[in-house]
């Protein structure tokens, strides 16, 4: 009983990340209608940012926010500047312009940090959450974040008046336009929240699988899988996708005869286009209906 408690909590905090990073693939999808190939890369360039940051002598805390700051800016300077002049190009089109932005930071992270693996400190430590083996107090601090930021968004999304107008813009965008709501710069303050979520997941899984170019490939496409299951179209449920995913991924691994660290990702997908047969929508998402 003691293993299976373990493995669910180690998979609740491993499912924050998830969430975190499918929070920011949701974001994205409900403003322009695609996947964000580019996520993973982004948050990884915004790790880096706030790493050298505090190369410079800058404390943890004002790194993270400053980082968060400028990933913010830097998602609607990429929007405005690469995706803006293809929001009525075809699909593959967008698709093209998303991987070649991963590329492109790819890249660039790389030719300034060089791609040696770095350490990446923690604020939360790594002794036992209060006292108890199961759960260390990195794994709490992801956990908290991520059912924190999730509360920050409801009461934006509910409360506010820029968090009403995106939510119109993203379901009813002519509508919007009707009654004065700037959709085309409701869609660049998403893609600048979707680039400091996203950040702020790549800080969170920083200390645990070390800084390098290439460290958020399989988070984003466990973001991906968490989105997917939860509803492209909930926010909520991406969050309780990424922390099923992190449970699932955790408890097959160890229960399931075979599967090791190299097959958890296929079990974890074969779940999901399960799931995805009996529920399209996921979850938590709305049906969407067309009028032909």
């Given at each position: 009983?003691?293993l299976?408690?373990?493995?669910?909590?180690?998979?609740?905090?491993?499912?924050?990340?998830?969430?975190c990073?499918?929070?920011?693939?949701?974001?994205?999808?409900?403003?322009?209608?695609?996947?964000?190939?580019?996520?993973?890369?982004?948050?990884?360039f915004?790790?880096?940012?706030?790493?050298?940051?505090?190369q410079?002598?800058?404390?943890?805390?004002?790194?993270f926010?400053a980082?968060?700051?400028?990933?913010?800016?830097?998602?609607?300077?990429?929007?405005?500047?690469?995706?803006?002049?293809?929001?009525?190009?075809?699909?593959?089109?967008?698709?093209?312009?998303?991987?070649a932005?991963?590329a492109?930071?790819?890249?660039?992270?790389?030719?300034?940090?060089?791609?040696?693996?770095?350490?990446?400190?923690?604020?939360f430590?790594?002794?036992?959450?209060?006292?108890s083996?199961?759960?260390?107090t990195?794994?709490?601090?992801?956990?908290?974040?991520?059912?924190?930021?999730?509360?920050?968004?409801y009461?934006?999304?509910?409360?506010?008046?820029?968090?009403?107008?995106?939510?119109a813009?993203?379901?009813?965008?002519?509508?919007?336009r009707?009654?004065?709501?700037?959709t085309?710069?409701m869609?660049a303050?998403?893609?600048?929240?979707a680039?400091?979520?996203?950040?702020?997941?790549?800080?969170?899984?920083?200390?645990?699988?070390?800084?390098?170019?290439?460290?958020?490939?399989?988070?984003?496409?466990?973001?991906?899988?968490?989105?997917?299951?939860?509803?492209?179209?909930?926010?909520?449920?991406?969050?309780?996708?990424?922390?099923?995913?992190?449970?699932?991924?955790?408890?097959?691994?160890?229960?399931?005869?075979?599967?090791?660290n190299?097959?958890k990702?296929?079990i974890?997908?074969?779940?999901?286009?399960?799931?995805?047969?009996?529920?399209?929508a996921?979850?938590?998402?709305?049906p969407?209906?067309?009028?032909v």
């Amino acid at each position: 009983m003691e293993l299976f408690t373990n493995q669910v909590l180690a998979g609740i905090a491993t499912g924050a990340i998830y969430a975190c990073m499918a929070l920011a693939v949701v974001m994205i999808y409900q403003a322009i209608d695609h996947l964000n190939f580019a996520q993973g890369e982004m948050a990884m360039f915004s790790t880096f940012i706030s790493w050298q940051l505090m190369q410079w002598g800058i404390p943890y805390w004002w790194a993270f926010l400053a980082t968060l700051i400028i990933s913010f800016a830097g998602g609607i300077i990429i929007e405005r500047l690469l995706f803006k002049p293809l929001a009525k190009a075809p699909v593959l089109t967008n698709v093209a312009g998303f991987i070649a932005l991963f590329a492109i930071v790819n890249s660039v992270a790389g030719l300034i940090w060089d791609f040696t693996i770095k350490q990446y400190p923690t604020p939360f430590g790594s002794s036992p959450f209060l006292g108890s083996q199961l759960i260390s107090t990195h794994q709490a601090g992801m956990i908290g974040v991520t059912v924190g930021l999730l509360i920050l968004l409801y009461l934006f999304f509910q409360f506010t008046r820029i968090g009403l107008a995106m939510r119109a813009a993203a379901a009813m965008p002519e509508s919007a336009r009707l009654v004065g709501i700037n959709t085309s710069w409701m869609i660049a303050l998403g893609w600048g929240m979707a680039s400091a979520i996203g950040a702020i997941a790549g800080i969170l899984i920083a200390p645990v699988v070390f800084l390098e170019p290439n460290m958020m490939g399989g988070v984003l496409i466990y973001g991906f899988a968490a989105a997917v299951l939860g509803g492209l179209t909930s926010p909520l449920g991406a969050v309780v996708g990424g922390f099923l995913v992190g449970v699932f991924e955790n408890l097959a691994g160890t229960y399931i005869p075979g599967v090791g660290n190299e097959l958890k990702l296929p079990i974890a997908l074969a779940l999901i286009i399960t799931v995805l047969v009996l529920k399209p929508a996921g979850l938590f998402g709305r049906p969407i209906v067309k009028r032909v």
